[in-house]
């Protein structure tokens, strides 16, 4: 079926230290791979994306890592900010563009 | 990037009355577009895909009778919630994926925050 695990569903990490979700996905014929920022209220915001012909991509402190073979891929932000906490969601397109999202990553950044 | 918007943003309606919320590509053409329901402090979950000049596609466990989709125009899809209760309050988004660079990007309304009282 269409499915998108993500972990850890809560994580705090201290300023200026880097922060890493992960999340597997069950069809191997997804292709398209983003990940969205969520501030309550309002509706996701795309803050990268990776298709399935590159194994890793990186926007300044943002990268993103995917293994297709193990359908794994992950979020990496560094030098994390007191204006990167949020939630976090990674998701996978499954067919006709349809976004399938994973349960959500509520990062905390502690000063 | 190309720009969905969503209408109302928030909106306060009577158990037992019928809720529309409009969800319009701006700069692009949509046949596409994706309805998503998300409760307090939970992920996006698809409810349907609406297909423009057919019907509608609902997920497993959505209740079409009570989740009116219509994909009138390219740029234009309205979710009715009918003879709304209590609990389906919700916060509801819609995405399209722009036609031309489709299973591509979806781009995001702002989502519409519906209490039922």
């Known amino acids: 079926g269409e499915n998108v695990e993500q972990h850890p569903s809560t994580l705090s990490v201290q300023e200026g230290d880097s922060a890493v979700i992960k999340c597997t996905y069950s069809?191997?014929?997804?292709?398209?791979f983003p990940w969205y920022k969520q501030e309550l209220g309002k509706g996701p915001q795309l803050i990268i994306d990776?298709?399935?012909?590159?194994g890793e991509k990186k926007d300044q402190r943002i990268a993103v890592t995917l293994n297709k073979t193990a359908k794994h891929f992950s979020l990496h932000i560094t030098e994390t900010q007191p204006e990167d906490s949020a939630v976090y969601f990674c998701?996978?397109?499954?067919?006709?563009?349809?976004?399938?999202f994973g349960s959500g990553t509520r990062l905390s950044i502690r000063p | 990037g190309a720009v969905v918007s969503q209408h109302p943003s928030r909106v306060i309606c009577k158990s037992g009355t019928s809720v529309k919320i409009e969800c319009r590509s701006l700069?692009?053409?949509?046949?596409?577009m994706f309805w998503y329901r998300q409760f307090p402090k939970q992920s996006l979950m698809l409810m349907a895909t609406?297909?423009?000049?057919?019907?509608?596609?609902?997920e497993q466990g959505v209740e079409k009778d009570k989740f009116l989709i219509n994909h009138a125009s390219l740029t234009l899809s309205t979710l009715t919630v009918t003879s709304a209760h209590p609990e389906d309050s919700s916060f509801y988004i819609c995405?399209?994926?722009?036609?031309?660079?489709?299973?591509?990007?979806?781009?995001f309304g702002q989502g519409t925050r519906l209490t039922v009282v």
């Open positions: 998701a996978a397109t499954y067919s006709a563009s349809k976004i399938i």
């Open positions: 995405s399209a994926p722009d036609r031309v660079l489709m299973n591509t990007e979806a781009f």
């Open positions: 990776i298709r399935s012909n590159v």
């Open positions: 609406s297909n423009e000049g057919s019907k509608a596609t609902y």
């Open positions: 069809d191997s014929a997804s292709n398209y």
């Open positions: 700069d692009f053409q949509a046949t596409t």
